[in-house]
T-cell receptor
Framework: GNSVTQMEGPVTLSEEAFLTINCTYTATGYPSLFWYVQYPGEGLQLLLK?????DKGSNKGFEATYRKETTSFHLEKGSVQVSDSAVYFC?????????????FGQGTTLQVKP | ETGVTQTPRHLVMGMTNKKSLKCEQH?????MYWYKQSAKKPLELMFVYNFKEQTENNSVPSRFSPECPNSSHLFLHLHTLQPEDSALYLC?????????????FGPGTRLTVT
């Protein structure tokens, strides 16, 4: 079946540190991959996505590359800010799916300290 | 502001009460979703509607009853809930069910069952 596994949190970093949040997936074929972010007191919002192998999604200084060899979609940012503190969710949508069902990981909490 | 609003934002109810959650989207989308978000668990998809028709019921107990009168409004009627139903309930919408378009989330209703 389809599933997403994220690294356990919380991840605590100092401002301007380098961020990596690991995400690996299991799926039939080549799904579309997403990172969503949830700021405190808000719903989820799309951060970036990639729809095929070797695609790189990027937004707000965050990047993730679709690696089919390692079935991974790790999230990275070169220099985090306090305002990046949030919960980050990796998700997949099965190729050819038409049910609307996004498969989410359990989320990783990021805390950035000044 | 994502274009998806939810009311109320917070709700406390007893196990014998009946209440309803409301979601409205101003994006012209055709698909709407209810998710349950509990601490330390992945997001759980509860229901999916497409063009007002329910297309997915993810084995949700009958004490949760969804209603979609039109493509812009989605309700979740609650009755005789259990304490383990306490969670953040998120509504989302998307253009269609193919995964080609992102899902937009509301801020959620924080439900506490006493």
């Amino acid at each position: 079946g389809n599933s997403v596994t994220q690294m356990e949190g919380p991840v605590t970093l100092s401002e301007e540190a380098f961020l990596t949040i690991n995400c690996t997936y299991t799926a039939t074929g080549y799904p579309s991959l997403f990172w969503y972010v949830q700021y405190p007191g808000e719903g989820l919002q799309l951060l970036l996505k990639a729809t095929k192998a070797d695609d790189k999604g990027s937004n707000k200084g965050f990047e993730a590359t679709y690696r089919k060899e390692t079935t991974s979609f790790h999230l990275e940012k070169g220099s985090v800010q306090v305002s990046d503190s949030a919960v980050y969710f990796c998700a997949l949508f099965p190729r050819g799916g038409n049910t609307g069902k996004l498969i989410f990981g359990q989320g990783t909490t990021l805390q950035v300290k000044p | 502001e994502t274009g998806v609003t939810q009311t109320p934002r917070h709700l406390v109810m007893g196990m014998t009460n009946k209440k309803s959650l409301k979601c409205e989207q101003h994006l012209g989308h055709n698909a709407m979703y209810w998710y349950k978000q509990s601490a330390k668990k992945p997001l759980e998809l509860m229901f999916v509607y497409n063009f007002k028709e329910q297309t997915e019921n993810n084995s949700v107990p009958s004490r949760f009853s969804p209603e979609c009168p039109n493509s812009s409004h989605l309700f979740l009627h609650l009755h005789t809930l259990q304490p383990e139903d306490s969670a953040l309930y998120l509504c989302a919408s998307s253009q269609d069910l193919t995964g080609a378009y992102e899902q937009y989330f509301g801020p959620g209703t924080r439900l506490t069952v006493t």
